[in-house]
């Protein structure tokens, strides 16, 4: 959405008759082409510019702003009415009906009729939407007859059709509720629950039902999510997903995939490998089906996640290019320290310790995830290279970042103060020297929370094999 296309908004006298509005809009978008924080914008400047030499009235400005907002919101809600045709179409047949518009009616049916031929999504909503619209053709039918029997009263009243509509969209949207509630009970430690939602799975898996897409889907996702461990309907899931992905928009196919990336990285947490490789297969169709980007921007969290899961299947050349291909839809302000961060972590896999200091080692990260994880692939490098006078130095600093970080919990803090100490015991301990090795390895292995923790016992091993 363009500032060009709310400029064209607000210079049209329909709906906007406030030159005021205008000029002060200019000066926000100067601002924000010449890269100026627009809250700074002098109120008294703007009054000159609106007013010229009238003395300046802080009400009156706070009314103008309030006006240029409140334009702002018209904008973006009829951008969104020229985007959802259906809703254009509910709008279009109440008209014609409030404005007993009767010689129109067949031409609006038509337009109708057409229109849901055209229609691609097929979510919970398209069948409310065509309840609506199979209700308006029967209040229009109805109204026509009436007036001059016209239309046979069989065709008028399409109850049945409409009935179904309305049936397939509560059930499928309680369905969904369903499973966001299951999602953040399972993220929260919650134990919310929905009344009635026995019923709801019991039509969802009856004949009249269950073939709906938007239905057995969400069905499919609720058992997943409360069968702990068992993974065939998973793959029934699967099958149905990349079939009908297409059937829903955008939004609601990003947040499909959100669902089950989330189930199959908790199953990867608990020792099934094999779905990380489903995760990372389930973002890359989220890429080809183009709806991973949104607005034009990709999330850092989701960026960062594609190239870990391509990474932990050894796709190290397709992770490099991913970063690449769509590191122009980070925000500019993030962009920088992920791309250095993200493409460390590729030579990180590839071994290339040199490269992963070299791209970490000038970048600051605010963000206290990669804060953490570039500290410890910088301490993991230094080791592999065996470069003790900068893992000295590391030491030190990492622990005092640990020590000032008030956002991360004791136990959070412990795993990584863990990894600092079994890392300086490591370097000092010397070839021959099994008996210091064997104790650390038993340390290592009594520590309940310790980072990075099968390296440490690999490179101990190491020490007792060398």
Request: glycine letters at 4%; proline letters at 2%; one cysteine or more.
């Amino acid at each position: 959405m363009s500032s060009t296309a709310f400029a064209s908004f607000l210079t049209s006298p329909y709906f906007n008759q406030n030159e005021g509005c205008v000029v002060f809009f200019d000066m926000i978008n100067e601002a924000l082409r010449t890269g100026k924080d627009p809250a700074l914008i002098d109120g008294k400047e703007v009054w000159k510019r609106v007013n010229g030499d009238v003395p300046y009235n802080d009400v009156k400005l706070r009314k103008l702003s309030s006006d240029l907002f409140a334009l702002f919101e018209d904008f973006i809600a009829q951008k969104e009415l020229e985007d959802d045709e259906s809703q254009k179409l509910k709008l279009l047949m109440r008209a014609y009906i409030n404005r007993n518009l009767t010689d129109l009616y067949g031409s609006l049916i038509h337009h109708i009729e057409y229109n849901k031929k055209l229609h691609q999504n097929k979510n919970a909503e398209y069948y409310l939407n065509m309840y609506n619209v199979e209700r308006a053709i029967m209040d229009i039918n109805f109204h026509d007859n009436t007036i001059s029997r016209k239309v046979e009263m069989d065709k008028v009243l399409n109850v049945e059709e409409m009935s179904y509509n309305l049936d397939v969209f509560f059930i499928a949207e309680k369905l969904k509720s369903y499973c966001t509630l299951l999602s953040w009970n399972q993220t929260f430690k919650l134990d919310k629950k929905i009344i009635g939602i026995d019923i709801i799975l019991k039509l969802a898996q009856s004949p009249f039902f269950k073939d709906y897409p938007p239905i057995a889907i969400y069905y499919l996702i609720s058992v997943i999510k409360t069968e702990e461990g068992k993974t065939e309907n998973y793959y029934k899931l699967k099958e149905l997903l990349i079939k009908h992905l297409h059937l829903f928009d955008k939004k609601e196919s990003k947040d499909l995939l959100d669902l089950v990336i989330g189930y199959c990285v908790t199953l990867g947490n608990k020792g099934m490998p094999e779905f990380e490789r489903e995760a990372f297969e389930w973002y890359r169709l989220g890429l080809k089906a183009d709806v991973v980007i949104r607005d034009e921007h990709i999330s850092p969290t989701t960026f960062r996640n594609i190239i870990f899961y391509a990474l932990r299947q050894g796709e190290y050349n397709w992770a490099e290019g991913f970063i690449h291909d769509y590191e122009e839809y980070l925000d500019p302000s993030v962009r920088e320290s992920n791309v250095n961060f993200s493409l460390a972590r590729v030579e990180w896999y590839k071994k290339d310790f040199k490269k992963v200091i070299q791209l970490l080692a000038y970048t600051e990260y605010t963000e206290v995830f990669q804060a953490l994880l570039s500290r410890t692939l910088l301490l993991l490098s230094y080791y592999e290279l065996n470069e003790t006078e900068s893992l000295e130095s590391l030491f030190s600093s990492f622990k005092l970042y640990l020590d000032r970080e008030k956002t991360l919990i004791k136990s959070r803090k412990s795993q990584y103060y863990n990894l600092i100490k079994f890392t300086r015991i490591l370097i000092k301990i010397h070839k021959g020297e099994n008996k210091k090795s064997e104790k650390l390895r038993t340390e290592i292995l009594a520590a309940e929370a310790v980072v990075n923790k099968a390296w440490l016992l690999e490179k101990v091993e190491e020490k007792i094999n060398s």
